[in-house]
């Protein structure tokens, strides 16, 4: 079964950082692209950056290139958002999701976590 | 970049009537070079992540029931359940991945 599990969201204050994890299982990690999206509380959902198997090639929403950077490492089954200079509307729960072999679409979704950017 | 808009915002429906959301993008989405239309369609209960429905437009994955459907190719695409049953009360979405991925807004459906 394919299992994806968030961790590292919290309360951060504006201009603060967090790192995100996604522990990956129950797939080989290593043979897809990965890619986050997020959803403000009570809002429609983004997709925010996907990243190929190796690692090599990462694209982002135009209007978050330099604040956000993803990674992944294979060797953990693991994907990271390095999330910087956070402001407050990017308050949202953030998913990990895994895209499809064959296209862009997301056949798997992790339950999220919640990052709050608050004083 | 493409948008994706939805229509409409939420939807009441009595139970074991039809329910059709539609789904319009800025920009035709059928890319010519396999005639397919690179779309697909996600369910999301209260407190849950979203559940692929729908790819490529009219492909349902894996375990939907086949009440939900897909339809539409360019620009305009439709999702219909042709029984809402309770268990379908949720928010639904389009998104387009024919260049980058994009979300529309999301439509509500609610039991009359």
């Known amino acids: 079964e394919v299992q994806l599990v968030e961790s590292g969201g919290g309360l951060v204050q504006p201009g603060g950082s967090l790192r995100l994890s996604c522990a990956a299982s129950g797939f080989t990690f290593s043979s897809y692209w990965m890619s986050w999206v997020r959803q403000a509380p009570g809002k429609g959902l983004e997709w925010v950056a996907n990243i190929n198997q190796n690692g090599r090639e990462r694209y982002y929403v135009d209007y978050l290139t330099g604040r956000f950077t993803i990674s992944r490492d294979n060797a953990k089954n693991s994907l990271y958002l390095q999330v910087n200079s956070l402001r407050v509307d990017d308050t949202a729960v953030y998913y990990c999701?895994?895209?499809?072999?064959?296209?862009?679409?997301?056949?798997?979704w992790g339950q999220g976590t919640l990052v709050t950017v608050s004083s | 970049d493409i948008v994706m808009t939805q229509s409409p915002d939420s939807l009441a429906v009595s139970l074991g009537e039809r329910a059709t959301i539609n789904c319009k993008s800025s920009?035709?989405?059928?890319?010519?070079?396999?005639?397919?239309?690179?779309l697909a369609w996600y369910q999301q209960k209260p407190g849950q992540p979203p559940k692929l429905l729908i790819y490529?437009?009219?492909i349902r994955e894996s375990g939907v029931p086949d009440r939900f459907s897909g339809s539409g190719s360019g620009t305009d695409f439709t999702l219909t359940i042709s029984s809402l049953q309770a268990e379908d009360v949720a928010v639904y979405y389009c998104?387009?991945?024919?260049?980058?991925?994009?979300f529309g807004q999301g439509t509500k459906v609610e039991i009359k």
């Open positions: 920009q035709s989405i059928l890319y010519s070079g396999d005639n397919k239309n690179y």
């Open positions: 999701a895994r895209d499809s072999t064959v296209a862009g679409f997301f056949e798997n």
């Open positions: 490529w437009a009219s």
């Open positions: 998104q387009h991945y024919y260049s980058s991925k994009r």
